[in-house]
């Protein structure tokens, strides 16, 4: 059996841990594995909650516009989500709207859009499911909620550091 001193770091690429960081390969070979299975789940879930069909950024508007039962505008979605083109959420919505689950209007000159009864059942019937699949299994993990927290606050100072890297990188 070999040990992971002589294999190295577990990463995705190899010349980007042969810097001063492989640490960091290793964490964002971790994102790479943990975004793409937290996709897979959003999908799947709400497919099991009845709606098939949907895309990960589907899902995730449509949770983004029943939070708080209160109608968000296209410019709240893409800053909460943190999504650069615009033309991305409002084809999910208007899809979503296609299907009856939310629904648009306006506050003003914006355009806004509101969770319908539709949307709102489908969105606890995705809860329940996370509920039974997911949150149990977490708990039995032994995570703590404050542990969970914790590791979410790291998460959005790296998203930080992340985002401020991509804008030095645009102005190269």
């Known amino acids: 059996m070999t040990d ?26 971790g994102m790479i594995l943990a975004f793409h299975a937290f996709e897979r789940w959003m999908v799947r879930c709400m497919a099991a909650a009845g709606e098939p069909g949907l895309a990960p950024l589907d899902v995730l508007i449509i949770h983004a516009v029943n939070h708080r039962k209160r109608a968000k505008t296209l410019a709240d979605l893409c800053l909460v989500l943190n999504v650069e083109d615009t033309h991305l959420v ?18 003003g000159k914006e355009k806004t859009v509101a969770i319908t009864d539709k949307g709102a059942l489908a969105c606890a019937r995705y809860r329940d499911i996370r509920e039974e699949l997911l949150v149990r ?32 990188a645009a102005s190269l």
């Open 90 to 107: 409002t084809y999910s919505v208007r899809k979503l709207e296609r299907a009856g689950l939310v629904q648009s209007g306006r506050k």
């Open 137 to 168: 299994t977490i708990r039995d993990m032994g995570l703590s909620g404050e542990a969970l927290s914790r590791i979410a606050a790291q998460l959005r100072i790296l998203s930080g550091h992340y985002g401020q890297a991509a804008r030095a």
């Open 4 to 29: 992971k001193s002589t294999l190295g770091p577990i990463v995705s690429s190899a010349h980007l841990a042969e810097g001063e960081a492989p640490a960091l390969s290793e964490l964002e070979f």
